[in-house]
């Protein structure tokens, strides 16, 4: 089954997402970039209180959140904008990891209360946001708006002083740090990989 968009652009749509949702199995899964398995050891230093309250944005189908719950961080808060996948991960992970959570949200406006979390983590969705077409050197305002509205509500919701925002993308800084660079926080940002780099954002309240 083809369930790849005609366009790159359709990633940052909510109709592409909820079509693909709806075609794919059940048991699905899709991982952007790397999977836990090949991150778990920064992760793990990054989150080093596995009862930490962590917020995954833009779940999709990934096993992200699913590996690491077995790898003990139970308090997972899972949203997406697409109502289809966020009832399907309902069914998948209800009865085998009860104590996740999963919400149909936007990240440019998340429904939590302020300093609700330790963590947030990103890992694809600021992208499918900037895959409108235009000059990358300069994005289409309409991508600097959203990509700016996801930031600056992940850092309303992290605890103040002590949250951590964990964006994992393949941009590079040059394209990224625009959006990440935030009066009051701190941006470091790690090169992973070989022959292809993946750049691993960490942005402290």
């Given at each position: 089954m083809d369930i790849l968009p005609e366009s790159n652009d359709q990633y940052g749509t909510k109709q592409y997402w909820n079509q693909r949702y709806a075609r794919e199995a059940d048991d699905a899964s899709f991982d952007w970039f790397k999977s836990y398995s090949e991150i778990s050891d920064i992760l793990r230093s990054l989150?080093?209180?596995?009862?930490?309250?962590?917020l995954m944005l833009g779940?999709?189908?990934?096993?992200?959140?699913?590996?690491?719950y077995d790898d003990?961080?139970?308090?997972?808060?899972?949203?997406?904008?697409s109502s289809i996948i966020v009832e399907k991960m309902k069914q998948r992970h209800?009865?085998?990891?009860?104590?996740?959570e999963w919400h149909e949200m936007d990240v440019r406006d998340l429904k939590?209360?302020?300093?609700?979390?330790?963590?947030?983590?990103?890992?694809?969705?600021?992208?499918?946001m900037m895959t409108a077409k235009g000059d990358i050197w300069n994005p289409p305002q309409q991508v600097v708006e959203?990509?700016?509205?996801?930031?600056?509500?992940?850092?309303?919701?992290l605890r103040k002083e002590m949250g951590v925002?964990?964006?994992?993308?393949?941009?590079?800084?040059?394209?990224?740090?625009?959006?990440?660079?935030?009066?009051?926080?701190?941006?470091?940002?790690?090169?992973?990989?070989?022959?292809?780099?993946?750049y691993l954002y960490i942005l402290r309240t």
């Open positions: 989150i080093p209180d596995k009862r930490s309250r962590i779940c999709g189908n990934s096993k992200l959140s699913e590996d690491m003990g961080y139970h308090n997972i808060v899972n949203t997406d904008y209800g009865d085998a990891r009860p104590q996740m939590f209360d302020d300093s609700s979390f330790d963590v947030a983590i990103d890992k694809g969705t600021m992208d499918a959203d990509c700016t509205k996801e930031v600056s509500e992940v850092i309303r919701t925002f964990i964006y994992l993308t393949f941009g590079q800084p040059h394209f990224r740090k625009r959006y990440l660079t935030v009066p009051g926080t701190k941006l470091e940002i790690r090169e992973l990989g070989e022959a292809f780099h993946y």
